[in-house]
């Protein structure tokens, strides 16, 4: 079994940056993947980013240039650095593992982007 807790969220001007990070419960090294969701009132849950074990990263269109992913194995960690936010980017973000076919999921973040 494997617990997810994001955190790093909250209220942020449009314009400004923000940084998610997720712990997992247990050693990273071996998940296949990790990554971050997002989903917005009234809509589907969506993907923002994805970075496998061997670090490659994949981004969603729509947050491509202003979104970077990383990974620290040594802290079981995955982040999300979040600049040039938009109001549209607001949605409770949920932080995404893999591991030998079997997804897991955080409880998730709210990120608010407002003036």
């Known amino acids: 079994q494997v617990q997810l807790v994001e955190s790093g969220g909250g209220l942020v001007q449009p314009g400004g940056s923000l940084r998610l990070s997720c712990a997992a419960s247990r050693s990273i090294f071996f998940f296949d993947a990790m990554g971050w969701y997002r989903q917005a009132p009234g809509k589907q849950r969506e993907l923002v980013a994805t970075?496998?074990?061997?670090?490659?990263?994949n981004y969603a269109d729509s947050v491509k240039g202003r979104v970077t992913i990383s990974r620290d194995n040594s802290k079981n960690a995955v982040y999300l650095q979040m600049v040039s936010l938009k109001p549209e980017d607001t949605a409770v973000y949920y932080c995404?593992?893999?591991?030998?076919?079997?997804?897991?999921w955080g409880q998730g973040a709210q990120v608010t982007v407002s003036s």
């Open positions: 970075i496998t074990n061997g670090g490659s990263a």
């Open positions: 995404y593992a893999l591991l030998v076919r079997q997804n897991y």
